[in-house]
Every structure is written in structure tokens, then in C-alpha cells.
């Protein structure tokens, strides 16, 4: 079963700052999918950004980005120019592809980022 | 083109009682994924359906609970003769095929007092 881990429970940030999220996972597969998604106090689950395993070049969406490393099964999650709006929880999310897809996201536990003003 | 749709958004029961959570997938998404979120956690899948049928069940409890996705109207999670521990937020999320992005609902907050 694959597993995804989150080891900062809490992070915070400058307005305006870079902050950097973590995320590790452990697959025996070769064809996955990973994402972050941010929930807001509304509990809306917001996909922020997406990576397909097979795809060397990390993913970019505007002032996201991640560093994705697949030989260490890390898949960070970087955010310029941090905005007030971006205070979320932030959940990293793997999906297999070895039944079709057909299996659901696994979740980590997340990570409450906190913007200062 | 409206999101995902899940209601009641809060439903408070009894102990005992049964809690029925409906989700209406995205406009021409046939794919309906059940997850958990208790407190401090993230999302734990429960199940997968396509119309009418149920793909992988593999995170649902094994009694009490209950899914179904007709041919016609919304997904329904069923929990039957709920207990406090069911308290959670039970997020829907659909997607238009296997391998496409899966959009979610705003979740059904359940209390069970």
C-alpha cells in the first residue's frame, strides 16, 4: 500500500516570501500520479498543481511550483510570493495507475501554512 | 457548468440513526470517489463507483456503511445506525474518466450527539 508523509504539521511564511512544503511517499510502482491540494477554511479541496510520474520536468502554475524527485519519492511544493489568500491546509496526494487508475488518492496529513502580514 | 454538488452541507443525527449524504457529480463525469476527513487528517479514500456499479470498496467500513450510484440521480453514502466515531467530513469528488482530474465537492460536515 502506498503511504505519503508530511512532516511539517504547521509552516509560516512573510507575506510576500517563499515557502517551501514537503512531502515524501513510498510506492513500489513506477506510473503514478502526485498532487497538491489546498483546502481552505471552507473546506473546499482546491487541486493546486499536479505531476505525472513519468514526466521529468517539473510542474509550474504560476507562483507554484513543486521539485519533484522521483528516485527519492519527495515531491515538494514551493510557493513565491506568498499571498494572504494562500493560508489553506496543504495536502499532497498520491494516485496509482497500476489498476486503471481506478484507485483513490492517498493523503497525507497535511500541513496548515500560516501567512504573516 | 456547475461543480460538484454535495448536500446537506451539515447534518447533525442521534446515535442510532441514519445519516444519508448525496453528491451530484460534475455535468458528464460517470466516475464518483467517497473520501473521509477526520479532524487534524487528511482525506482517507472509501469508494469507487461508476454509474451503477462499485469499483473498489476497499476503505469502507465493512458494516454500516453503504454507497450507491444509480442510473439516474445522485450518489448516496448511506450509515446506517450511526455511532460518534462516524463524525467527520465526508468530501465527493468526480471525475469524466479514470485517468482525469477529479474535482471535489465542499463536503457534508455529519455530528453525531
Redesign the interface.
Known sequence: AQTVTQSQPEMSVQEAETVTLSCTYDTSESDYYLFWYKQPPSRQMILVIRQEAYKQQNATENRFSVNFQKAAKSFSLKISDSQLGDAAMYFCAYRSLSGGGADGLTFGKGTHLIIQP | NAGVMQNPRHLVRRRGQEARLRCSPMKGHSHV?W?RQLP???????V?LQKENI??ES?MPKERFSAEFPKEGPSILRIQQVVRGDSA?Y?C?SSRT??T????G??T?LTVV
Do not use: S, W
Open positions: 470517489y473520501y487534524e487528517e487528511g482525506l482517507k479514500f472509501m469507487y469499483i473498489d476503505g467530513a468530501f469528488a479514470v485517468n482530474e477529479a474535482f471535489f465542499q463536503g460536515r
